[in-house]
C-alpha cells in the first residue's frame, strides 16, 4: 500500500465550477503538507503549503489538512482553462527534505 | 531571481550506457534534491544533498549516485542504463536542509529515454 493516495482522475470541470482534489496517507509522522502543480512537460510548482493541521487560503485556493483523519484536500473556487494541469500533493516529515508524493490527478476545465 | 535550471533537457541513450545530469539551484539555495518521475510510479525521491554530503536516499540501485560541488550545483549520474531508467529527473532546490519548513522549487526536468 501506498503511503500516500491519490485518485489520478482525469478530473473534467467546466469553467467557474468548484474543484475539490483530495489525498489521504498513512504516515503519522507526516508534518509539512504541500500542492504542486505541473503543466504537460514543465517541472512541478509549488502551489500551497500547510504545517500540521488547518486552512490556509490564497486567493482562488485553499488547502485543509485533517491530521486526525490524515486526509489533506485543495480546494480551486472559479476554475479557470488555466488551471489544467495536474494536481501533486506532497508530504514531508519535520527532519529530512525527502518529499512523499501522491500520483497526482489530471484536472481539466473546459471553457 | 533565477529559477532552478537542468541540463540537458533531453538525453536519449541506450541501454548499458551512463549519463550525468546536472542541476543549478536557486541563487543561495544550499540543498540539492532529485526525483525521479515516471508514469507508473509517479514521483519519487533519489537523494539530498547538502553543503556536498548526501544526506538523505531513497530506494534506488547503487546505479543512481550523485554530488554536489562547492558553489551548491549537483550532478547525477547513471551507469548501466536500463529501459526501465526512462523518466523525467527532476531537481528540486531548498535554502536550507529543510529540517523544518521545507519549501522545495523544481526545475523543469530532464527528460532521459533510454532506447
Known amino acids: 500500500q501506498k503511503e500516500v493516495e491519490q485518485d489520478p482522475g482525469p478530473l473534467s470541470v467546466p469553467e467557474g465550477a468548484i474543484v475539490s482534489l483530495n489525498c489521504t496517507y498513512s504516515?503519522?509522522?507526516?508534518?509539512?503538507f504541500m500542492w504542486y502543480r505541473q503543466y504537460s512537460r514543465k517541472g512541478p510548482e509549488l502551489l500551497m503549503y500547510?504545517?500540521?493541521?488547518g486552512n490556509k487560503e490564497d486567493g482562488r485556493f485553499t488547502a485543509q489538512v485533517d491530521k486526525s483523519s490524515k486526509y489533506i484536500s485543495l480546494f480551486i473556487r472559479d476554475s479557470q482553462p488555466s488551471d489544467s494541469a495536474t494536481y501533486l500533493c506532497?508530504?514531508?516529515?519535520?527532519?529530512?527534505?525527502?518529499?512523499?508524493f501522491g500520483e497526482g490527478t489530471q484536472l481539466t476545465v473546459n471553457p | 531571481k533565477a529559477g532552478v535550471t537542468q541540463t540537458p533537457r533531453y538525453l536519449i541513450k541506450t541501454r548499458g550506457q551512463q549519463v550525468t545530469l546536472s542541476c543549478s539551484p536557486i541563487?543561495?539555495?544550499?540543498?540539492v534534491s532529485w526525483y525521479q518521475q515516471t508514469p507508473g510510479q509517479g514521483l519519487q525521491f533519489l537523494f539530498e544533498?547538502?553543503?556536498?554530503?548526501?544526506?538523505n536516499k531513497g530506494n534506488f540501485p547503487g546505479r543512481f549516485s550523485g554530488r554536489q560541488f562547492s558553489n551548491s550545483r549537483s550532478e547525477m549520474n547513471v551507469s548501466t542504463l536500463e529501459l526501465g531508467d526512462s523518466a523525467l529527473y527532476l531537481c528540486?532546490?531548498?535554502?536550507?536542509?529543510?529540517?523544518?519548513?521545507?519549501?522545495?522549487?523544481f526545475g523543469p526536468g530532464t527528460r532521459l529515454t533510454v532506447l
Open positions: 506532497a508530504m514531508k516529515e519535520t527532519s529530512g527534505s525527502r518529499l512523499t
Open positions: 504516515n503519522s509522522a507526516f508534518q509539512y
Open positions: 500547510t504545517y500540521s493541521s
Open positions: 528540486a532546490s531548498s535554502p536550507s536542509l529543510a529540517g523544518g519548513r521545507g519549501e522545495q522549487f
Open positions: 541563487s543561495g539555495h544550499r540543498s
Open positions: 544533498y547538502f553543503s556536498e554530503t548526501q544526506r
